[in-house]
C-alpha cells in the first residue's frame, strides 16, 4: 500500500529534551515536506526537500532540522524543544519536479500529535 | 505572494443532500493547481481532488467534483450525496510556480468544517 509513514504518533515530552520524528515514504517520491498545524493559525510549512541530500526551509523553520540522506526518508528534529512547538505535525510527499501540475499532489502522513511542557 | 480563502467557517448539511463548499484564490501565476483536502476528526489529512490551472473540464473523483471558475478564482468543491463519514475540516489549498522548488510548497485555507445530519 502506497503511504506515508510517521512515528510517534503521540508523543509528550520535556522541555530542552532531544527528539525526532520519522517519516517515511513508499512511493518513490521526490518531494517531501513537514508542515505543523496550530488552531488559528492553519498548515504551515516548516522544511522541504527536492530530492536526496536538497532541503530547504519553509515558512516556520526556527528550531527545526531536517535531514534527507535516503530518498524514502525525512526526520525532523528538535534539537532543544520548546512548548511553542507543541502541534500537531504532518510529513507529506509528492512526485514533486519542475513540471507536470499532477505531481504535485501530496499526500499526508497520519500526523504526530507533540506536546511539550 | 499566494492566498486561500474559504469564508464558510462551518456549516450543516442533511444526510444524502448535497453541499457546496467555497474557496477563492489569490495568486499571479499563470500555472497552478488547487487541492482539496479533508480532515476527519481523527486527524489525518486525506487528498481528495486535484485541479489543474490549465485543465479545461472540471475535475470529479467519485461524489466529489470541483466547480472550477478561473476568471472569477474560484475552487468550489461539491459532495454529492453527503455521507455521516463526510463530517470532518474541509481545506482548499494552491501550489503555485512549479518552476521554483519553493513552488511545491502547499498554501491553505482557513478550511470549512462540515457535519453531516442523520
Known amino acids: 500500500e502506497a503511504q506515508v509513514t510517521q512515528n510517534p504518533r503521540y508523543l509528550i515530552t520535556v522541555t530542552g529534551k532531544k527528539l525526532t520524528v520519522t517519516c517515511s515514504q513508499n512511493m518513490n517520491h521526490e518531494y517531501m515536506s513537514w508542515y505543523r498545524q496550530d488552531p488559528g493559525l492553519g498548515l504551515r510549512q516548516i522544511y522541504y526537500?527536492?530530492?536526496?541530500?536538497?532541503?530547504d526551509k519553509g515558512d516556520v523553520p526556527e528550531g527545526y532540522k531536517v535531514s534527507r540522506k535516503e530518498k524514502r526518508n525525512f526526520p525532523l528534529i528538535l534539537e532543544s524543544p520548546s512548548p511553542n512547538q507543541t502541534s500537531l505535525y504532518f510529513c507529506?510527499?509528492?512526485?514533486?519536479?519542475?513540471?507536470?501540475?499532477?505531481?504535485?499532489?501530496?499526500?499526508f502522513g497520519p500526523g504526530t500529535r507533540l506536546t511539550v511542557l | 505572494a499566494q492566498k486561500i480563502t474559504q469564508t464558510q467557517p462551518g456549516m450543516f448539511v442533511q444526510e444524502k443532500e448535497a453541499v457546496t463548499l467555497d474557496c477563492t484564490y489569490d495568486t499571479s501565476d499563470q500555472s497552478y493547481g488547487l487541492f482539496w483536502y479533508k480532515q476527519p476528526s481523527s486527524g489525518e489529512m486525506i487528498f481528495l481532488i486535484y485541479?489543474?490551472?490549465?485543465?479545461?473540464q472540471n475535475a470529479t473523483e467519485g461524489r466529489y467534483s470541483l466547480n472550477f471558475q478561473k476568471a472569477r478564482k474560484s475552487a468550489n468543491l461539491v459532495i454529492s450525496a453527503s455521507q455521516l463519514g463526510d463530517s470532518a475540516m474541509y481545506f482548499c489549498a494552491i501550489v503555485t510556480d512549479f518552476r521554483k522548488a519553493a513552488g511545491n510548497k502547499l498554501t491553505f485555507g482557513g478550511g470549512t468544517r462540515v457535519l453531516v445530519k442523520p
Open positions: 507529506a510527499s509528492s512526485l514533486g519536479g519542475l513540471a507536470g501540475e499532477e505531481r504535485h499532489t501530496q499526500y
Open positions: 526537500s527536492m530530492n536526496v541530500e536538497v532541503t
Open positions: 485541479q489543474g490551472s490549465y485543465d479545461e
